[in-house]
């Protein structure tokens, strides 16, 4: 392939998110940015490295990523036109972009083609954008198919997490949690204790706590007497 000089390319940006901390010990990030690499590459485009588009361990169910994530960066550059027109958004998948109910993920799908950016999912190869979606009008299906299995994938995972929750509370509720901890995750003043099987106040951080209450109480009681 003879590839244009670097300043005719069109630009690419590859956008990286995955939802749990524990993503971010396995490939998710390196097989990401890999495809978008490996695409830029082969088609002849120009991939950035100024824009930084990841979000890590941001969730994409209820928007967060479109409204104050990296996602939200970059479609603020592109109304800006600090993102030229022409350019490419490389996703892994759809739903790497939103996970959001339809009407929402739908308005952020079309904002940004609408704004003259490309949005090419990696794994199927599709390339979306304005034109091709007035030209192919059948492609809309496939872009509303992908979106409600992404948000309905997620409405599914967030109830069984809900319900095991659910359960989890009335075990401890009931006394039949076994010396077993509600959770790991703990305020900085506690902790689980193994040995003992409890959760445990970590004494100093425990007193900085009651004296920050202390305080917030006294002024309190001063503002209401003055």
Same mark, same amino acid.
């Given at each position: 392939?003879?590839?244009?000089?670097?300043?005719?390319?069109?630009?690419? @940006?590859?956008?990286?998110?995955?939802?749990?901390?524990?993503?971010?010990?396995?490939?998710s990030?390196?097989?990401?940015?890999?495809?978008?690499?490996? @695409?830029? #590459?082969?088609? !002849?485009?120009?991939?950035?490295?100024?824009?930084?588009?990841?979000?890590? !361990?941001?969730?994409?169910?209820?928007?967060?990523?479109? $409204?104050?994530?990296?996602?939200?960066?970059?479609?603020?550059?592109?109304?800006?036109?600090?993102?030229? &027109?022409?350019?490419?958004?490389?996703?892994?998948?759809?739903?790497?972009?939103?996970?959001?109910?339809?009407?929402?993920?739908?308005?952020?799908? +079309?904002?940004?083609?609408?704004? !003259?950016?490309?949005?090419?999912?990696?794994?199927?190869?599709?390339?979306?954008?304005?034109?091709?979606?007035?030209?192919?009008?059948? &492609?809309?299906?496939?872009?509303?198919?992908?979106?409600? $299995?992404?948000?309905?994938?997620?409405?599914?995972?967030?109830?069984?997490?809900?319900?095991?929750?659910?359960?989890?509370?009335?075990r401890?509720?009931?006394?039949? +949690?076994? !010396?077993?901890?509600?959770?790991?995750?703990?305020?900085?003043?506690?902790?689980?204790?193994?040995?003992?099987?409890? @959760?445990?106040?970590?004494?100093?951080? #425990?007193a900085?706590?009651?004296?920050?209450?202390?305080?917030?109480?006294?002024?309190?009681?001063?503002?209401?007497?003055?």
């Open positions: 392939m003879i590839l244009p000089p670097a300043s005719e390319q069109p630009r690419a @940006y590859s956008y990286v998110r995955f939802s749990t901390p524990q993503q971010a010990h396995g490939d990030l390196s097989r990401q940015t890999e495809k978008a690499a490996r @695409y830029a #590459a082969e088609h !002849g485009l120009a991939l950035d490295t100024e824009l930084s588009l990841a979000d890590l !361990g941001v969730s994409a169910f209820r928007g967060a990523n479109a $409204r104050t994530g990296a996602l939200a960066s970059f479609i603020a550059a592109v109304e800006r036109g600090y993102v030229p &027109e022409g350019s490419y958004l490389l996703v892994e998948n759809i739903d790497r972009m939103t996970r959001d109910d339809m009407s929402e993920a739908m308005t952020l799908f +079309l904002r940004i083609i609408n704004a !003259g950016v490309t949005v090419v999912t990696l794994t199927s190869g599709y390339a979306y954008s304005k034109e091709s979606i007035n030209q192919n009008p059948m &492609e809309i299906y496939v872009i509303v198919a992908e979106l409600m $299995r992404a948000n309905r994938e997620s409405a599914r995972k967030s109830q069984l997490v809900g319900d095991a929750k659910a359960r989890k509370k009335s401890l509720l009931a006394g039949e +949690l076994n !010396g077993k901890p509600y959770t790991r995750q703990t305020p900085g003043w506690l902790r689980w204790e193994e040995e003992s099987r409890t @959760y445990v106040l970590v004494e100093e951080r #425990a900085l706590v009651r004296e920050i209450f202390e305080r917030a109480a006294g002024h309190a009681d001063h503002r209401e007497r003055g």
